[in-house]
């Protein structure tokens, strides 16, 4: 029986721990994410809440998407991550947790569980099925998600809140396959360091990598090891935090410079 | 004895549980609000610090008591809010210690208190006279408020530091009556919604209602249940998530395209 | 034996509390931070994680070792400090856990220490030897000094992380002597006033003073108590929140006024 259950749902055995990360499009100058820390401390007085964007650009659920996958790829098992860029809601749109890298994500099911979803196999998506007797019209975040997400970091299971789903909405991104001679940007930090969907598992010795920036301009850049292995003000192409090929300028923005934006192809040529 | 004391003081039996959330005007780039948060680390180590906003405009102390009102709003029976929003430090002005819908409100005695005054009737101000033997001209916030909201989260009872007074200092904003046919933007958050003073208890149905905006121009605008409800671009009146009538922009800021600004009039019309 | 140990290491018996400070220029729109406090809880699982400012100026190594040392000022004993302003991240330089005012600072070896060294007496260097078994060319922040400073919350001995250096590198600037009479201005905060590294303690009696700024012109000011002894708009000089002299413009800001900048010369007659 207990097998069974296994088959259907390997999330189950997921022990969740009092860790509840946050990352919204609110900003920090009203009280909107305070009113959702506020609901996860009603249902869990002793979750730790820990902030992880809330300037992701308004609406922006792809920004959102590359910025939650950090957070999932960084936190241990157990860990509960709240979500919300939600420009349906009050909508019919679906609610989700999706069991992910042995920790939960909730979220509304409009493309932001996209990148969590693809750097992380064996993610299972789960709509969520509960709501509160009353809840305005205007701001799930607090009065539906924020509350689920205390209840997960609290101990209750996914079972009573949800049903398995198989559809969740997915965005038209996924990592470049080890065959793939191309790439393409798909996040600008704040920085203006331009990410692609290249990992670093699929390119050959770096020594021998050019890099082609496709559109305005083609552009052949070597791969770098840091920053410091160009001059200031000078392009290059490195291997980012992230495990991703990344295009940067030293002590520079290269999105400003080199006129990058999410979806510029990328080449590579060894 | 005991049924007397709580006559004159019911705030007396609120429990301090150990969670602070602080508001101020300080922003985030420098250490100011590390420095309250290590003070009331010192009295109270088990503290959960929260923040609501440090992002209040330079002073607003209006925009400083809306956002308040919010975490008062959200948070659980014996919380300690901290709200630091203080242009008068240095001055003879009044510190607070507020007992409000089961909470704690730590603050100048500036009007910084009045819309949760407002709106949570039964509030009870008190003012602090606990001062440490040495402390900053320029930093009450640090020096004396934070060590007092961490005696508060630490359990340390009302009386010893403070005398009860009746007389806080209040802006003159008020929740619009009932039988009122008007009201006024009360708050422009960061994304350009107006929030007004008009509450959701006070309207007629929905699909009666019409909302004009008085000023550089006379607009009406129908009630809406929510965004989607009118097309990009678009402006709406809907019951915003605080319980309030608000005047949004659909993806975009109802402040800057309808000029709108805090103390401007909205008339209401079934 | 235990005698010979604290001669050659006082800062041993610094017991650690599990409160983890962070200070760096990552900003808070991306997941960099969230990514350095996932290391910290995969580490110390009951850390307290307190942000004291992710808004340094990118690159700005002196900025951000001011506003680190509010924060050693303000904690209590056995806090761990992580501060990553980073520009030299894949290069050789070193890293280090600073003992200081009963605290640790964990940090790359780049000057960020700089003002905490000066205004601390005692404090003892340590060069970082642990590594961990792989990590980035371009994230020791959250590759090697978040587990770092998890396991000093957790209450892990430096002697098996570091070897004792004396020789860490330190910027140029002093606190100012009993006999100066002038000093510098060693940082302009987000409000635009310009702190000294002249200490109350070196100043004569305060109505006596008069404060002269060198440079584009000479500006004689008088040393007030707080703001509220000048009318709006006026400059004044105040013993600022950190002790220190400080230049401040009244509801303005000192630095966009009177064009003062990090250097500057000032000079103090009594």
């Known amino acids: 029986m207990s097998l069974a259950r296994h088959r259907k749902n390997p999330a189950a055995p ?6 509840v990360t946050l990352t919204s499009d609110f900003g920090l100058r009203d009280a909107y994410v305070a009113s959702m820390k ?13 902030d992880v964007s809330h300037g992701v650009p308004a609406q922006d659920i792809l920004c959102g998407s590359i910025v939650l996958e950090r957070a999932v790829d960084g936190f241990p098992a157990g860990t509960t991550h709240l979500a919300v860029v939600d420009p349906g809601v009050g909508t019919d749109r679906r609610l989700l947790i999706v069991a992910v890298n042995r920790q939960f994500v909730v979220c509304p099911d409009n493309g932001l ?36 997400a205390g209840m997960l970091a609290d101990g209750q299971s996914l079972e009573t809140l949800t049903r398995p789903i198989d559809d969740p909405i997915l965005f038209d991104i996924t990592p470049a396959c080890a065959t793939d001679t191309s790439g393409q940007i798909i996040h600008i930090d704040q920085f203006g360091n331009a990410t692609s969907n290249i990992s670093a598992r699929m390119l050959p010795a770096e020594s021998k990598l050019q890099v082609q920036l496709r559109g305005k301009r083609v552009r052949p850049l070597r791969l770098k090891r840091t920053y410091w292995d160009v001059a200031p003000g ?9 495990g991703l090929l990344e295009i940067a300028v030293r002590d520079g923005s290269a999105a400003r410079e080199l006129k990058l934006a ?4 990328i080449n590579i040529k060894s």
Not at 115 to 132: K, Q, S
Not at 234 to 242: D, F, T, W, Y
Request: proline residues 7%; charged residues 20%.
């Open 234 to 242: 000078k392009p290059l192409a490195l291997i980012g935090s992230s």
């Open 38 to 50: 506020a609901q996860i401390c009603r249902i869990c007085d002793r979750a730790r809440l820990i």
């Open 14 to 19: 997921i022990t969740a721990r009092p860790i």
């Open 113 to 148: 569980i996209t990148w969590t979803w693809r750097m992380h196999p064996g993610a299972i998506a789960h709509e969520l099925i509960w709501r509160p007797a009353k809840y305005s019209a205007t701001f799930h975040g607090r009065d539906v998600l924020a509350p689920v």
């Open 262 to 265: 999410v979806g510029d192809l």
